[in-house]
């Protein structure tokens, strides 16, 4: 069957991307064909069509407006979809000059993926985009990655082992793997992670060819300069570099040149326990009620993505970690200065994403004054910050900032204060700035007084007061005269200036070449001035380019600035203070206090947290407190804040207690709450028993570990058994400092056998059968677990609260009396017939409410007073 030249060309080009939607440019639309539009159309939410017949059938169609296509793009996006945008690359007049039927040339000019995004529509202003890269080669593997919307650009060796926590730290939005390659635990792993897997081919990965690639990539001879790296290490960057020469069509990403990371450079956080800490997100996936949604007071962009890095990975140098809290003491300190700096930073656009889009040239006027803006604001911070004495980091931040003059006062002359979203747009160019496109502007805007200088010129040039300069569509502008004065201007010396047009039968037509070019350059200045506005715009976006390396550097500082006032303002707010952080094996915190429960507590019921001691120091071995008390006491709440007050320590922040001394620690983990994995086959049970192992196999004498309600999902002796056998091992091997809460109180007996163990319990108050929550942690053990009480907080039925408080008498009284007593099953309340259930009292006041408004009070001597009083209680039972 005969396909039409359009659907030739569409099939062409889909070919050569299977496996993404093609976004087929026709007109102001993108449009969509077969498989393609029944997806999107799908997917969208949007009518599907059909366009002529192939193969017999109709051709499904459906089409998004290019104006706004990165709405569909961004769900697309985010349902799996990759999309190849293919643009016309000619216009149809163009077409036309190769022959009447001749169809628009039309290429893919970018592969849109998840870790490949760069408008800010499509992204998250405050949370970094990574792509990743990951390489086995022989018996090295390496992780790198890039988010190519700031330049940020890592890699690392990676011990396969430490892939889970490095993809949880990071939380990439795309893996590239190589094609075909086994690996048996990466892609469960993206899998759990929901992390999109692209398969790139082998020579991508090819070591020889990847350093190569990225020798061009920066314009160097050799990676010496860099650092030194394995081949697993090249391999990975190389692929990513090439998954980018791919995917942007040739139009490489300003990356900044690889950071090399080594695997103990920061505290080792799993994944399971990310969540149970809630660190970046909360146990429902948003990111309101996670910590970080709690100590973020940034109030910039690259402020916010530092932050959810520095939270994501806190460090195990001790060097930086004080460092870091040098800075924030000042910060502290100097609140009127740190004010004034967070200020001038509300004002600062985000410099790396628009410089990132100038080098793919997707940005446009708004960029350039992004650049100009946020340059403006580092030179007044700079200029604050000039006249104090400045910790050290502090000091390479502001340094960063200087040095733009020439780059500034460029974009300030050439650029308006509000310039339009668009190049195409134009009016971004400053009046002044150019005298050909000032010229051109006054053409197009003031063509008529521009003429009507000329027939002023032209009558005192003539003397002829009554010429007039007109226009018509036939001949344009002409000068028109009456036959009277027509001689004069066919007569030298007017006749050699004046160039006859036309005679009608009252007035006489003239021309000059001066008044043809003019005319031509009025008609054709609104494209002119346009064409030179683009052409400045590509020597502002060169000149800015040309200084992106300093602007990045010029960007950390702003974001490291932005920080750490941020984190001076937490901390004078929220009455946090600075911890003592050293190599010891100390972890003491002086009334502690868990931040996201502590605000919360405040916004719901205006309730103060009660902040708790715990010391978990030990020169060497072990240092457990085994926790015990009621459920809802806070136990849980008790074992995260600890952990939370140690990563914010490490992490360079202040931390909310009254006194924290924490030796660093090397690993966190938790293994907080309850968890099933239907997708993969694993029970709640499962879930626990796989992150226990995990913890018991990895877990070093530098770690931190908190443990709650381990083996809780099986039978009582089973998981007995199972938790005793996992506080020996922490204790005996691991050797770690931890905090293991649990319900088995037989488990306090270990604090007898092993030394690092000591029992601590949350205290409460039993009152007229009610229990009270004092959340109160305190050394010893708790007598029993206040089960039925916190049931009957929680609203059982008042008759299945007797029954449990029935059954559990009779079990105590069986475990008292030791094993020869047998319970029979007719003696437990559960097993036996039910109650009848008790009658609801008649409607109607009771007794003692009918005597109480019989009562005069006013009538009442003292003793009537008195005697009424024990009548009330006579009659209230």
């Not at 800490?277 to 916010?304: I, K, M, N, Q, Y």
């Not at 976006?541 to 300093?550: G, H, K, N, V, Y």
């Not at 006032?565 to 901390?571: F, I, M, R, S």
């Not at 083996?711 to 996992?726: M, Q, V």
Request: net charge negative.
């Amino acid at each position: 069957m005969t396909v039409t030249p359009m659907m030739a060309q569409y099939l062409e080009i889909k070919a050569q991307y299977p496996d993404a939607l093609l976004f087929y440019r026709m007109g102001d639309f993108y449009e969509m064909f077969f498989e393609d539009a029944v997806n999107a159309a799908e997917a969208l939410d949007i009518a599907l069509t059909k366009r002529g017949k192939h193969n017999g059938d109709d051709i499904p169609m459906c089409g998004v407006p290019v104006h706004a296509a990165e709405g569909y793009l961004l769900s697309l996006i985010r349902k799996g979809f990759r999309v190849a945008v293919g643009e016309q690359l000619e216009s149809p007049a163009e077409a036309k000059k190769r022959g009447s039927k001749s169809v628009v040339k039309r290429d893919v000019v970018r592969l849109v993926t998840p870790g490949t995004l760069t408008e800010d529509s499509l992204l998250e202003a405050r949370r970094h985009n990574f792509l990743v890269s990951y390489s086995e080669l022989r018996e090295e593997s390496a992780l790198a990655w890039a988010d190519i919307s700031t330049g940020a650009f890592h890699v690392m060796p990676l011990n396969p082992v430490r892939l889970s926590p490095e993809l949880a730290r990071l939380a990439p939005s795309e893996l590239i793997l190589a094609e075909g390659a086994t690996y048996e635990k990466t892609v469960p792993l993206a899998d759990e992670f929901r992390i999109p897997i692209t398969p790139l081919g082998k020579a991508s990965f090819d070591s020889t060819a990847a350093e190569k690639r990225i020798c061009a990539l920066f314009g160097v001879g050799a990676l010496d300069g860099f650092g030194s790296f394995s081949r697993a290490e090249i391999s990975a960057m190389g692929a990513l570099i090439d998954y980018l020469e791919i995917t942007q069509k040739g139009k490489l990403p300003l990356l900044q040149p690889p950071v090399q990371e080594a695997e103990d450079r920061v505290m080792q956080i799993d994944a399971s326990t990310r969540a149970s800490l809630e660190l970046t997100r909360s146990l429902s996936g948003s990111r309101a009620g996670s910590l970080l949604a709690v100590v973020d007071r940034t109030v910039t962009p690259g402020g916010a993505r530092l932050l959810e890095q520095r939270l994501s990975s806190p460090s195990r140098n001790l060097d930086v970690i004080n460092a870091r809290l040098a800075a924030l003491d000042f910060a502290v300190e100097k609140d009127h200065l740190a004010a004034d700096l967070r200020d001038a930073l509300r004002k600062t656009p985000d410099l790396d994403r628009a410089l990132s889009r100038l080098a793919l040239d997707r940005g446009g006027p708004r960029d350039l004054a992004a650049i100009r803006n946020g340059l403006a604001q580092a030179e007044a911070i700079a200029h604050r910050n000039a006249s104090e004495d400045l910790p050290p980091l502090l000091v390479g931040a502001t340094s960063d900032l200087t040095g733009f003059d020439s780059l500034l006062d460029l974009l300030d002359r050439a650029l308006v204060a509000e310039p339009p979203l668009l190049a195409r747009d134009g009016g971004f160019i400053a009046a002044g700035y150019d005298e050909e496109l000032d010229e051109a502007r006054t053409l197009r805007d003031e063509g008529r007084s521009v003429i009507a200088g000329f027939q002023q010129k032209y009558a005192e040039h003539t003397g002829i007061t009554s010429l007039k300069i007109k226009h018509n569509n036939v001949l344009g502008y002409f000068i028109e005269t009456t036959a009277t004065h027509a001689d004069k201007m066919l007569s030298p010396p007017l006749s050699e200036s004046f160039i006859h047009r036309q005679t009608t039968a009252n007035q006489v037509r003239f021309t000059t070449v001066e008044l043809s070019e003019i005319e031509t350059r009025i008609l054709n200045s609104g494209n002119r001035a346009l064409e030179i506005e683009k052409r400045l715009y590509s020597d502002l976006s060169r000149a800015i380019l040309d200084q992106a390396p300093r602007l990045n550097a010029a960007s950390r500082g702003l974001a490291e600035l932005d920080l750490v006032t941020g984190l001076a303002n937490l901390a004078r707010g929220e009455n946090w203070t600075r911890p003592k952080v050293d190599t010891s094996r100390a972890l003491e915190i002086s009334g502690g206090r868990h931040p996201v429960v502590e605000r919360a507590l405040r916004q719901q019921s205006g309730d103060s947290f009660i902040a708790n001691d715990c010391d978990l120091s030990a020169e060497q071995g072990a240092a457990i407190w085994l926790l015990t008390g009621p459920n809802m006491a806070g136990k849980s709440t008790f074992l995260r804040q600890n952990a939370l007050i140690a990563l914010l320590a490490q992490m360079g922040s202040y931390v909310p207690a009254e006194a924290a001394h924490i030796g660093l620690v090397s690993q966190l983990f938790s293994r907080v709450g309850a968890s099933d994995d239907l997708a993969r086959g694993r029970s709640t049970f499962m879930v626990e028993m796989v992150e226990t192992a995990a913890i018991l196999n990895q877990a070093d004498d530098q770690a931190l570990v908190i443990l709650d309600e381990i083996g809780r999902g099986t039978a009582t002796y089973d998981g007995l058994s199972i938790a005793w056998a996992t506080l020996e091992h922490l204790h005996e091997v691991n050797r770690s400092r931890a905090l293991f809460a649990t319900h088995y109180h037989e488990l306090t007996q270990l604090s007898n056998k092993l030394a690092g163990v000591e029992n601590a319990t949350v205290s409460v108050k039993e009152w007229e059968g009610e229990v009270i929550f004092l959340h109160e942690v305190k050394k010893g053990a708790a007598d029993r677990s206040y089960g039925v009480q916190v049931a009957q907080l929680a609203g059982l039925p008042a008759s299945v609260v007797a029954r449990a408080r029935d059954v559990l008498d009779l079990l105590e009284q069986g475990s008292r009396e030791g094993a020869g007593a047998k319970i029979q099953i007719d003696d437990l309340p559960l097993f036996a017939a039910a109650p009848p259930p008790q009658p609801k009292p008649a409607a109607g006041p009771s007794p003692a409410e009918q005597l109480l408004a019989e009562i005069r009070p006013d009538d009442l001597s003292p003793r009537e007073a008195l005697d009424m009083l024990y009548q009330l209680k006579d009659a209230a039972g």
